[in-house]
Nanobody, 124 residues
Framework: QVQLVESGGGLVQAGGSLRLSCAASGRTFSSYAMGWFRQAPGKEREGVATISWSGGSRWYTDSVKGRFTISRDNTKNTVYLQIDSLKPEDTGVYYC?????????????????WGQGTQVTVSS
């Protein structure tokens, strides 16, 4: 069992930065690949970044490449999402999720565990 708790969201002006954190409980965190997803009002949840259990493989959706950086610290059971050059279209609830296998796509289907989400609002 893995429990995930996101933090770091907030209200920020366009062009600003945020660092989201996802703290995991459980001693098996390092065996899970992780993903960050976002859901804007009225839209489906979409994957924005994923990272393998070791951190050696990473994937980003096209709209965030060069602005988002996913990383993890297995000694702290935490995965991060550094978000730079924020845009109003980045607004949404950001979720982290854990899965046994690394995925290089935006699908949210089949992830084993989910956090409760953290709100990111970008003002223009």
């Amino acid at each position: 069992q893995v429990q995930l708790v996101e933090s770091g969201g907030g209200l920020v002006q366009a062009g600003g930065s945020l660092r989201l954190s996802c703290a995991a409980s459980g001693r098996t965190f390092s065996s899970y690949a992780m993903g960050w997803f976002r859901q804007a009002p009225g839209k489906e949840r979409e994957g924005v970044a994923t990272i393998s259990w070791s951190g050696g493989s990473r994937w980003y959706t096209d709209s965030v490449k060069g602005r988002f950086t996913i990383s993890r610290d297995n000694t702290k059971n935490t995965v991060y999402l550094q978000i730079d050059s924020l845009k109003p279209e980045d607004t949404g609830v950001y979720y982290c999720a854990a899965d046994r296998g690394f995925r290089a796509d935006s699908s949210s289907y089949g992830y084993d565990y989910w956090g409760q989400g953290t709100q990111v609002t970008v003002s223009s």
